[in-house]
């Protein structure tokens, strides 16, 4: 399992917008591109993080834990801006 930030980002614009396109959009992705990167994610865990529908997308029970976990990693402060 590798997640780059990228990924990370992607799956979290993807959930706060609602939807893959806007998400897309959002991290300056081609949806085809978008897609691409949250159907690998799902592939190396075995599992889906997203629920689609016609009217967006919403988490599923490990989407949720992944959401949490990339916010608590994103908004980390980073190791090289300690003094």
Do not use: W
């Not at 016609?54 to 908004?75: E, I, M, S, W, Y």
């Amino acid at each position: 399992m590798h997640f780059d930030l990228t990924d990370l980002r992607l799956y979290l614009h993807i959930l706060d917008s609602g939807n893959i396109t806007a998400g897309a959009a959002r991290s300056h992705l081609s949806l085809a591109a978008a897609s691409a990167r949250i159907r690998a994610m799902e592939a190396s865990l075995g599992t889906e993080f997203l629920q689609r529908g016609r009217r967006g997308v919403t988490p599923t029970p490990a989407g949720k834990a992944l959401a949490q976990h990339a916010r608590r990693l994103l908004n980390r402060p980073s190791a090289c801006s300690r003094t």
